[in-house]
């Protein structure tokens, strides 16, 4: 199976911050790979695929980036609704897996 | 729009089959070319692809699941369903149905918990 490793595992930081989360795929995963926002109570709402492709409807201060076998998420411009946990997804092989996922914590 | 609901028993009894239902409105489960999935979150927040059933019928596990796992569905009520044998306490958790769009989850249901307790 691919291993995605997923950091960090949780950061605070302040509305109007940018933050960072990562992924690292343990083998070439051809940019098969998607971002999920999760709140609690609530399904996952996908908003990046393709790496970079931002999904209908999610706003512009979301943006997916990759770098060899390492993909980031970046959150611009931090908003209150963006508290939430983030999960990346590699669908290259299969089993489909996921990263651990990183807790965003506004302060 | 595409809508799925998940509908499940809440507790199962160790040993016992787990079963849990989709169902889909605003979309066909046979229309070309989309996966319908099973994904569960354990607690402690980590995510388990479990398997699908494809628009053509076809079927296919998580390796991980595979001997005890069976994915059904029943295409004149636009369902589709798990069935999870030899439950234990592991197997506890949020079940979600989903569905798959060139490889990754564009629509989800709310996620059903079940929790397996003697």
């Known amino acids: 199976d691919i291993q995605m490793t997923q950091s960090p595992a949780s950061l605070s930081a302040s509305l109007g911050e940018t933050v960072t989360i990562e992924c690292l795929a343990s083998?070439?995963?051809?940019?098969?790979l998607a971002w999920y926002q999760q709140k609690p109570g609530k399904s996952p709402q996908l908003l990046i695929y393709?790496?970079?492709s931002l999904q209908d409807g999610v706003p512009s201060r979301f943006s997916g980036s990759e770098s060899g076998t390492q993909y980031s998420l970046e959150i611009n411009s931090l908003q209150s609704e963006d508290a939430a946990t983030y999960f990346c997804q590699q669908h290259h092989d299969y089993p489909y897996t996921f990263g651990a996922g990183t807790k965003l914590e506004l302060k | 729009q595409v809508n799925l609901q998940e509908s499940g028993p809440g507790i199962v009894k160790p040993s016992q089959p787990l079963s849990v239902t989709c169902s889909v409105t605003?979309?066909?489960?046979?229309?070309?070319?989309?996966?319908w999935n099973w994904i569960r979150k354990f607690p402690g927040n980590k995510l388990e692809w479990m398997g699908y059933?494809?628009?053509?019928?076809?079927?296919y596990y998580n390796p991980s699941l595979k001997s005890r796992i069976s994915i059904t569905r029943d295409t004149s009520k636009n369902q589709f369903f798990l069935q999870l044998n030899t439950v234990t306490t592991e197997d506890t958790a949020v079940y979600y149905c989903?569905?798959?769009?060139?490889?990754?989850?564009?629509?989800w249901g709310q996620g059903v918990m079940v929790t397996v307790s003697s």
């Open positions: 083998e070439d995963i051809y940019s098969n």
């Open positions: 989903a569905r798959v769009s060139w490889g990754y989850f564009d629509y």
């Open positions: 605003g979309y066909s489960i046979t229309t070309s070319y989309y996966y």
């Open positions: 393709d790496a970079s």
């Open positions: 059933i494809s628009y053509d019928g076809s079927i």
